[in-house]
Every structure is written in structure tokens, then in C-alpha cells.
């Protein structure tokens, strides 16, 4: 079977593929299966933390494994192009938005396997979101993620980062992850295949797995950054549930660390929408730290800002686009890299047309 065969294609055959999608009978054909849950060019900035970027010429939340594995099937066989993701907190979005189908992985159940001496193992879909998990696991009294309090977005876009906060990581709790894994048709498998990646497979470091391409910001004639090259499913790993290792403590305790985490966040933080860090800190030192000595706190290109309160984050004042978000983006890497020597790396994932805004 042949299904999911050359889903690595040329950017030259991926863009014609996004040219000629038929955007309206893709969008008749899936609203009979999925409802309303399937919208018709959806602006992706309401879809993330940013608040900025164009339409989506569909979008769809999933919320079970089952309508994952089919969607992915039937884009594959169809030649449909699929961008999946979760909260969009990590994310900006281009401005000329996304080709064909934009799919929320909304899948948000999780149980706990209680080993009876003081251990557990939680199963948690990718979905889940790490704000409520965290809530409930303080309530029931279980320790080990209790690091990431205001790590708005869920576990499966956790493990892409490997997020962390406060000396903590996901990798640091991280048994294993089962991966939709889309390269296995190209191997000649008639059926999507789910791996389990165990933890030393995981090439887990700071911010970093090994889902991540290279993190180093380039810039076209035009001054737009050049996103990674994307496949017809992207990403072509997807991760579907987490295996997490957690520990008794007492509830009180928890509550007081989280809190203490929280207050810390908002001293020093922006309050404003924002996808949280912009670049990753270089080693021995902090992208904020060398940001503001280049003199760019504070500075702003059209509604986007580089924070005031952290220099590390660019944050949106009021209907900013995501050119003026690129803009700082060029402004501070380029900054950065003539006065100190540092090439930033970039820690938001830029995703969608970028190349088309200034068409
Ligand atoms: C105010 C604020 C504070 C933040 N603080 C922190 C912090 O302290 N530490 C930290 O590490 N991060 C922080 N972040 C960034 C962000 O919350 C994390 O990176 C988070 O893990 C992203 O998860 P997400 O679901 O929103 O991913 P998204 O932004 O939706 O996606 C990020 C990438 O992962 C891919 N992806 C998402 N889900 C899957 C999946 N299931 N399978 C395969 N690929 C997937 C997407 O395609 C995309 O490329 C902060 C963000 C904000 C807005």
C-alpha cells in the first residue's frame, strides 16, 4: 500500500500542492464527519497567545486519537497539507496565515496509574493542557510538575521543546512518548503506525528534542525570517501520549511552590499577549540580558514591543501583525550578533505563509 508514500516532497511540489487545494470541497467533505468543529478560513490569531497571524483555510480541533489517525490518513491519501498543533503558544503565525488544514490536537484525557509506594505514572494524552493538569494534580496530591505553573500550552507541545521552568523540564518526568510517526509509509507500511520513543530517544536538553530542526534565525532579501521547510503532514512525528513520573506530596506544599513560581512570573514577566521567550538563552548567558544591552527594551515596530519587563519577550500592544513581530525579531538578532558576537537561536516556532506576505 501506497498511502502515505512521498510525503517528503520538494518545496516546489509542496507549494503546488497548497496552490491548488480546494479549500471548499475539503471543508464540505470533512464538516459531514466533524461538525462544527471544522471552520472555514479561521483567523489563526485567535488560535494563539500572539494574537497575531492570518487564516487558516481550515481549521479543525481534534479530540480523540481515533479522529487524529484518520485525519492524518485521509490527508495523506488525499494530498490534503496538515499543520498540526496545540495551544499556539510557542507559535507566530505569518500574517498570510496557512495552506490547507490547521489541526488542534485538543486530545485531553489523562489517568493516573498509582503504583501504591508513593509513585505513579500518569498517562496523558498530548492535549492536555499543562495549567489544568497541574490544578488537579496539586488537588489529588501528586509532585512533578510542578515547575511549569504559567506554561500555558499542553504536554505534547511541551515535549517538542522540552519546556521548563525554575531549574525543571518535562524531560526531567518524562518516561516516554507514543508517536504517530507519518515516515513509516514511506517505508511501505498500509497503516499509520504508533512508536513508543522511550526516553534516551528522545534527545532531550535545554529547550531542544529531537523533533526540533535547527533553531537558527535566517532572513530572506525582503527581511522575512525563512521558516523551516515543511512536508505535506507537519510535523511528521506527532506525538500522541506522554508517559510522566510522578510522586506523592502534600497538597499544601505544592500550592505553596506553585505560588511562589506564579509571583515570581509576574515580577517578571509582560502581562501582555506574548508567546513567552523569543529566543533560546546562548550558553553562560541570557538572550534578555543581551537584548536590552543592545538597547532594544522598550523598542517598538508597529503594535509589537520588545517588552519593558523582560526583554525576551515581544509582546503584542494592541493588533500587532506578525511582520511587525519579524521585524524585532531581525532587529534583535542582528543587534545582538554585531555587537556581542552571539547568534540567537530562535525559541518560537514560526509557522505558515511567510514568504507569501510580501508577494
Ligand atoms: C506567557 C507565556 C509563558 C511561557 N513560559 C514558558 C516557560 O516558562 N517555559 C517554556 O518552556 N515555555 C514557555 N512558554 C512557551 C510555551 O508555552 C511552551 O513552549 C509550550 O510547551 C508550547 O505548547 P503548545 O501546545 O502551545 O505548542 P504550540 O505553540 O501549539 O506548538 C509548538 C510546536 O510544537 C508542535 N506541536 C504541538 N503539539 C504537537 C504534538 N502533539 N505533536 C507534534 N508536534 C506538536 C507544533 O507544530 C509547533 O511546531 C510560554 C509561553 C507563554 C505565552
Redesign the pocket.
Known amino acids: 500500500m501506497i498511502w502515505l508514500r512521498n510525503l517528503a516532497l520538494s518545496k516546489h511540489a509542496l507549494e503546488e500542492i497548497c496552490m491548488t487545494f480546494d479549500a471548499e470541497t475539503v471543508y464540505s467533505e470533512l464538516h459531514k464527519l466533524l461538525g462544527a468543529r471544522i471552520r472555514r478560513n479561521e483567523p489563526l490569531a485567535r488560535?494563539?497567545?500572539?494574537g497575531v497571524g492570518g487564516l487558516a483555510d481550515i481549521w479543525v480541533s481534534l479530540e480523540t486519537q481515533q479522529e487524529l489517525v484518520d485525519i492524518v490518513t485521509r490527508c495523506a491519501e488525499r494530498r490534503w497539507p496538515l499543520?498540526?498543533?496545540?495551544?499556539?503558544?510557542?507559535?507566530l503565525y505569518a500574517d498570510a496565515g496557512v495552506r490547507g488544514i490547521v489541526a488542534?490536537?485538543a486530545?485531553n484525557s489523562y489517568t493516573i496509574e498509582d503504583s501504591g509506594d508513593g509513585n505513579a505514572l500518569l498517562l496523558a494524552e498530548?492535549?492536555v493542557?499543562?495549567p489544568r493538569l497541574l490544578n488537579d494534580l496539586v488537588t489529588l496530591g501528586w509532585g512533578g510538575l510542578e515547575f511549569?505553573p504559567?506554561?500555558?500550552?499542553?504536554?505534547?507541545?511541551?515535549?517538542?521543546?522540552?519546556?521548563?521552568?525554575?531549574h525543571g523540564?518535562?524531560g526531567q518526568v518524562l518516561a516516554w512518548v507514543d508517536?504517530?510517526d507519518v515516515r513509516y509509509a514511506e517505508r511501505g507500511s498500509a497503516v499509520p503506525v504508533v512508536e513508543r520513543y522511550q526516553h534516551s530517544a528522545l534527545a532531550l536538553g535545554y529547550?531542544h528534542s529531537r523533533?526540533?530542526t535547527q533553531r537558527h534565525v535566517q532572513f530572506d532579501a525582503q527581511g522575512y525570517p525563512i521558516a523551516a521547510a515543511c512536508q505535506l503532514i507537519?510535523?511528521a512525528?506527532?506525538?500522541?501520549q506522554l508517559g510522566i513520573y510522578l510522586h506523592r506530596e502534600d497538597p499544601q506544599k505544592l500550592r505553596m511552590v506553585i505560588e511562589e513560581y506564579k509571583q515570581h512570573?509576574k515580577r517578571t514577566?509582560?502581562p501582555q499577549?506574548?508567546?513567552?521567550?523569543i529566543f533560546k538563552n546562548p550558553v553562560g548567558d541570557y538572550a534578555g540580558r543581551l537584548i536590552e544591552a543592545a538597547g532594544m527594551k522598550g523598542m517598538m515596530r508597529g503594535k509589537a514591543q520588545i517588552s519593558e519587563r523582560h526583554a525576551n519577550?515581544i509582546v503584542n500592544v494592541g493588533a500587532a501583525s506578525a511582520a511587525d513581530v519579524a521585524a524585532l525579531i531581525k532587529e534583535a538578532h542582528t543587534r545582538v550578533l554585531e555587537r556581542f558576537g552571539v547568534d540567537l537561536e530562535l525559541?518560537?516556532?514560526l509557522?505558515g505563509e511567510w514568504k507569501v506576505t510580501q508577494s
Not at 273 to 277: N, R
Open positions: 488560535h494563539c497567545t500572539f499543520l498540526l498543533v496545540g495551544n499556539g503558544t510557542n507559535t488542534r490536537i486530545l498530548a492535549g493542557s499543562w511549569g504559567g506554561i500555558p500550552g499542553t504536554l505534547g507541545g511541551g515535549v517538542i521543546s522540552n519546556a521548563g521552568a525554575h523540564d518535562l508517536v504517530l529547550r523533533f526540533r507537519e510535523p512525528e506527532i506525538i500522541m512570573r514577566q509582560p499577549q506574548s508567546a513567552g521567550s519577550f525559541e518560537v516556532e509557522r
